[in-house]
Nanobody, 121 residues
Framework: QVQLVESGGGLVQAGGSLRLSCAAS????????MGWYRQGPGKQRELVAS???????NYADAVKGRFTISRDNAKNTVALQMNSLKPEDTAVYYC???????????????WGQGTQVTVSS
């Protein structure tokens, strides 16, 4: 069984910063791309940022220059540093990973439970 657990959400004023963290655990053989998605009120889930196993990053236009994604392959963790937060960044943020389960020898798309980020104006 593979699990992703997020932490670090909360309430912050516009212009402030938050750091989200996600740890993958369980029967892990390998992790490919990891990423962060978000779903705002009444909106569809959207990609915020992703990072490959060799560190190639991709960002949504709305967060470029404000958010930074990073990962620690040795610890199976991914983080999202969010600066200059705006009220429109308010959403539930989900960690995602393309992970090969060691016990089943299968690649799967895994999600965390989500963490709330609220930015007040």
């Amino acid at each position: 069984q593979v699990q992703l657990v997020e932490s670090g959400g909360g309430l912050v004023q516009a212009g402030g910063s938050l750091r989200l963290s996600c740890a993958a655990s369980g029967s892990i053989f390998s992790i490919n791309t990891m990423g962060w998605y978000r779903q705002g009120p009444g909106k569809q889930r959207e990609l915020v940022a992703s990072i490959t196993s060799i560190g190639t990053t991709n960002y949504a236009d709305a967060v470029k220059g404000r958010f930074t994604i990073s990962r620690d392959n040795a610890k199976n963790t991914v983080a999202l540093q969010m600066n200059s937060l705006k009220p429109e960044d308010t959403a539930v943020y989900y960690c995602n990973g393309l992970i090969k389960d060691r016990s089943r020898n299968l690649w799967g798309d895994y999600w965390g439970q989500g963490t709330q980020v609220t930015v007040s104006s």
